[in-house]
Structures are given as structure tokens and as C-alpha cells.
């Protein structure tokens, strides 16, 4: 293959050429004088970006094939409308297909939602709000325990336990929609200590605090001469054949919300009671009397109290506690001025309870998920500021409604977790001061699965122990949102559901009798309801 010669230019052309370089020549000349004189333009600077760091290149998202990718068949080296081609786009296809075919495919497995995440970071199936809003509501009427279960009971002690507490019979002399003990909502109800009658207290929303006297009947025609203390007409005369009512006695001792009561174990005619008005009283059967105990000393204070109880060993030592996390000692023979106060929750705390055997151990129930065990024989913090001991501390998922000591040492709780605990303490007589229980030791020893969603209009759960069961056997009640009232042994064995007819609301507020095998409860309409 011969060179390629270039074309010889004419003398016009180089002439041309010529005079161009030569016009390039005097003009770079002249920007370098012009230049160094100062009289140029001065070359244009980058600008420098403020801060010495530079932006950072967002980082590339890592996309997952999640199928096959369309690709070049020119890259592939693959002609149009071949064989080849033709070949290749028909797996193509097929393969989206099959993707297509998988995903719409029954998954049989077991799946775990935290697997399964579309939306939402940080599941936690501890904390999984879906367990609050898909609780079953109640069922009015429909029973969790019978007589099947009884029957099948094979353990003999069990069983006779069993068939004596369902044996309770529902109170004859009136239905329970008759027996209007408060005008309204019951919040705290229990009986005298007497074991002659069933005579019941009740104090409700806005303080009042009614008596029923369980002796009286409503057989038309036959009127008890005297009944509670309200004297009767005879049957003879012109209301012969009409049914009586009940006779309940009802006294305005607060003016607010009458939260718990406790007789005193050294004189039955002392009644104290706790208010959401922030005062103590004691009623006094005898002299028909009711005086304050406690209170703050401006009255213009609001500082509700949600319990009372009195020391076992010493009736003159009052236990109170406060909405605000305060639980407080007051001795009665020095006055209000000599009250001992404790903050032992930031929160509510809604219930609290004295060991009875070992009264300087306090459980409390509050607001912040805990069941607390206190020991007061060991103070420490600043005078004014001082706190016991804590022993120990267990917490539920979500609050505690009450904390409530057996003589066992048992303490049973109920929280908005819907369940009922039930803690053992062993040998609390032998703890000394500042004694530790661990986590393991607080964990409980029985968890019964209880509805306690009492909602706005219905007074909250709260497990009750007998005081001083008669067989020895520790139990306790507590309300049932299907409208039962439920007892269980102390371990955590269901031992009946009370109900009956005439019950048309739920029996919130239950408590046992301290000696007698008696069972009270009341409704939010005020309604009384007693098995004997």
C-alpha cells in the first residue's frame, strides 16, 4: 500500500499562513507586557469553600435483586431476531413469571412479626401495644369456673375447699339491685369485725358512708321490729302485705371521695377513713362521733389519700397513703404535727398494705409499673427526707392497682397487665434490717390471667385477703368484669365465681369477712352484693 503524498501549497496560501502566525506572535507579546505592567486581568481563583471539611457523597443505596435484570443482548454479543435471541427472551420471561409465582405462594410456615417488618423500627414483642388494644372485653354473665371444674377437681383438700367457697349462697332477704347502700359509685366497702350479723360498710365518690344491716328480710307482711335502728310499724297495720325496703343508713362524713376505711383491731367501734380530701377521721359507733385525725395544716391543700391502715401491734400507729407517692405514719397520741412522711414513688402510688404479723414491712403498688417491699426499721437520707429501707422491687408491664400482705407473707397484686401476682416471701421474721431480696427472689410464685380493664365507670380491682380465715387456709377475692366476684387460694388455685341473679352491674369492690366465710361487693351504681 503506497504513501499518502500531502498536496503542495500555492505561494497565496503560504502567504496566508505566514501572516497568521505572525498575528498570533505580536498578540501573545502583548498580553505578556500588558501583564506585567499590572494592567491585565487577573486570573480567576477558585473559591474556597467555607469550613474545612468537605461534603460528604451521600452513600450509594444498595439495591437487592429481587429478580432478573433486563440486559444488553447487543453487549452479549447476541444478534436480533436470531434463534439465540429469541431463545434468550423466552427464559427471560419464564423467570419473571416464576419470581411472580413465589411471592404470590402460601407462606405455611411459623412466621414471628419482628421477621416481618415493613414499617415501624424498634418492634418489641415485650412491649407490643397490640396486646392492650385487642383484649377481650367483658362478658356479662359468662362464667370462667363452675361446677364442671369443681367435679373434676381430683385433689380431695382442693375439692372440699372448692365446693365450700362455691357454696356461698347469694343474700335472700333483698335482690341486690335493691340494696342501695351509697347514692354513688362504691370505691371502698368491708364488714364490721362482729360475727353476730353481717353488717357492711361502704364509702363512695362523694363521701358518704353507708351501713347495711344484713339481718333485716323483705318477706311482705313480716317487719322486724327494729332495723338499724330505725324502728318499724307493725304487720297488722295499713301497709300489711307490702314489701319492705331495705334500711340503710347513710352519713356525709367526707366531701370527697372515701377511698379505703379500717376498723381498729383494738376497738371494733373505731372506724378511720381515708379521702381523696386529704383528711383522716375517726368514727367513733359508740358516741356517734366523727372526728379528724389528720389533715394538711392549709386546708386550701390538695393532697388526696388513696389508703389507711392501722398497725397490728400498736393501734395507736396509723399508716396512710397519698395519690402523690408520699406514704405517711401518724401516731394519734401526739397529734397530726408528729406525722412521718416517705416518698417512695414519683407516681400514684394506688395501694399499700402492712405485713400483719411484721408491720414495719410495707408493700406499695404504683403507678411506675413497681411492687415495692419496704423495711422501717431502717431509715437513711436527711433529717425531714428520710426513706426505709427498700427490700426489694418487682416490676410488671404496665401499673400496679394494689399491693395487699397476708399473714404468710404472701403479697398479692393486680395490675393493668390483666394479671393477678401472687409473691412469696419465706421467713420475713428473720430478715434483718436493710435485708435484700434479688430480682429471682421477688419473681412471683403465681400468675392467674385476670380481665382488670375497669375502664372509666367501674372502680378499679383490687385483690383482698381474709384476715384470719377460720381453717387456717389463706384466700382472696376479687371482682370480675363479667360480673362474678372470684376467689383463689394462695396458690393461685381458683376456688369459685360467685354471682346471682339480680346482679345487673359489675361487683367491683369485694372483701372477704376477717373471720366469717361472708363475701361483700359492691357496684358503680351504689348496689350492694353479699354471699353467705
Known amino acids: 500500500?503506497?504513501?499518502?503524498?500531502?498536496?503542495?501549497?500555492?505561494?497565496?496560501?503560504?502567504?496566508?499562513?505566514?501572516?497568521?502566525?505572525?498575528?498570533?506572535?505580536?498578540?501573545?507579546?502583548?498580553?505578556?507586557d500588558a501583564r506585567a505592567a499590572g494592567l491585565g486581568p487577573k486570573p480567576v481563583s477558585k473559591p474556597v469553600a467555607k469550613g474545612s471539611t468537605q461534603k460528604k457523597k451521600p452513600a450509594s443505596k444498595k439495591f437487592e435483586v429481587s429478580g432478573p435484570r433486563r440486559t444488553s443482548s447487543r453487549l452479549q454479543g447476541i444478534v436480533a431476531d436470531s434463534d439465540v435471541a429469541k431463545r434468550k427472551a423466552e427464559e427471560d420471561y419464564?423467570?419473571?413469571?416464576?419470581?411472580?409465582?413465589?411471592?404470590?405462594?402460601?407462606?405455611?410456615?411459623?412466621?414471628?412479626?419482628?421477621?416481618?417488618?415493613?414499617?415501624?423500627?424498634?418492634?418489641?414483642?415485650?412491649q407490643n401495644f397490640l396486646v392492650d388494644v385487642m383484649r377481650p372485653g367483658a362478658n356479662p354473665y359468662e362464667r370462667t369456673f363452675g361446677e364442671t371444674e369443681v367435679k373434676e377437681t381430683t385433689d380431695k383438700e382442693l375439692r372440699a375447699l372448692r365446693e365450700q367457697m362455691s357454696g356461698l349462697e347469694l343474700y335472700d332477704g333483698f335482690p341486690p339491685n335493691e340494696i342501695k347502700i351509697t347514692d354513688e359509685r362504691i370505691y371502698s366497702l368491708g364488714f364490721h369485725p362482729t360475727s353476730d350479723k353481717a353488717l357492711v360498710f361502704a364509702g363512695d365518690k362523694l363521701g358518704n358512708l353507708g351501713i347495711f344491716d344484713a339481718s333485716q328480710k323483705s318477706t311482705p307482711g313480716v317487719k322486724s321490729e327494729k332495723t338499724n335502728g330505725v324502728k318499724l310499724e307493725d304487720a297488722e297495720d295499713e301497709n300489711d302485705g307490702e314489701e319492705v325496703k331495705p334500711a340503710i343508713s347513710s352519713f356525709h362524713t367526707h366531701t370527697r371521695t372515701i377511698s379505703s376505711f379500717q376498723f381498729s383491731p383494738s376497738n371494733p367501734s373505731h372506724l378511720y377513713t381515708s379521702s381523696y380530701d386529704s383528711s383522716l377521721r375517726l368514727l367513733d359507733l359508740t358516741k356517734s362521733t366523727s372526728v379528724e385525725v389528720y389533715g394538711p395544716e392549709d386546708a386550701a391543700l390538695d393532697e388526696p389519700l388513696s389508703g389507711v391502715e392501722i398497725d397490728p401491734l400498736n393501734p395507736h400507729l396509723l399508716y396512710f397513703s397519698r395519690l402523690d407517692g408520699h406514704?405517711?405514719?401518724?401516731?394519734?397520741?401526739?397529734?397530726?404535727?408528729?406525722?412521718?412522711?416517705?416518698?417512695?414513688?414519683?407516681k400514684k402510688i394506688g395501694g399499700f398494705s402492712l405485713h400483719p404479723?411484721?408491720?414495719?414491712?410495707i408493700a406499695t403498688a404504683s403507678l411506675d409499673r413497681y411492687l415495692r417491699i419496704w423495711d422501717l426499721r431502717k431509715l437513711s437520707g436527711k433529717a425531714g427526707r428520710q426513706l426505709p429501707a427498700l427490700v426489694g422491687e418487682h416490676e410488671s408491664r404496665l401499673s400496679v392497682s394494689h399491693a395487699a400482705f397476708n399473714s404468710a407473707g404472701q403479697v398479692a397484686t393486680a395490675s393493668y397487665d390483666d394479671t393477678i401476682k401472687i409473691h412469696t416471701f419465706d421467713g420475713m421474721s428473720q430478715y434483718s434490717p436493710g435485708h435484700k431480696i434479688d430480682e429471682e427472689g421477688m419473681r412471683p410464685s403465681s400468675v392467674i390471667r385476670h380481665n382488670n380493664q375497669t375502664g372509666r365507670w367501674v372502680t378499679i380491682l383490687r385483690a383482698q385477703w381474709q384476715r384470719h380465715p377460720p381453717d387456717a387456709i389463706h384466700r382472696f377475692c376479687i371482682g370480675n368484669m363479667n360480673r362474678f366476684v372470684d376467689i383463689y387460694s394462695a396458690s393461685?388455685?381458683?376456688l369459685a365465681q360467685l354471682g346471682g341473679d339480680g346482679i345487673t352491674a359489675v361487683p367491683a369492690v369485694a372483701q372477704f369477712h376477717p373471720t366469717e366465710q361472708w363475701v361483700a361487693a359492691g357496684t358503680a351504681s351504689g348496689k350492694l352484693c353479699l354471699w353467705m
Not at 1 to 16: A, K
Not at 94 to 119: I, Y
Not at 335 to 345: F, K, Q
Not at 357 to 361: A, L, V
Open 1 to 32: 500500500m503506497g504513501q499518502i503524498v500531502e498536496p503542495e501549497l500555492d505561494d497565496y496560501e503560504q502567504q496566508r499562513q505566514a501572516n497568521i502566525a505572525q498575528r498570533n506572535k505580536l498578540l501573545k507579546d502583548l498580553a505578556l
Open 94 to 126: 419464564a423467570a419473571v413469571q416464576e419470581v411472580a409465582r413465589v411471592k404470590r405462594q402460601r407462606n405455611n410456615a411459623d412466621m414471628n412479626l419482628g421477621d416481618l417488618v415493613v414499617r415501624g423500627d424498634g418492634w418489641d414483642k415485650n
Open 327 to 346: 406514704v405517711g405514719r401518724l401516731d394519734t397520741r401526739a397529734g397530726p404535727t408528729a406525722t412521718d412522711l416517705y416518698e417512695l414513688s414519683e
Open 357 to 361: 404479723g411484721q408491720p414495719h414491712f
Open 492 to 494: 393461685g388455685e381458683q
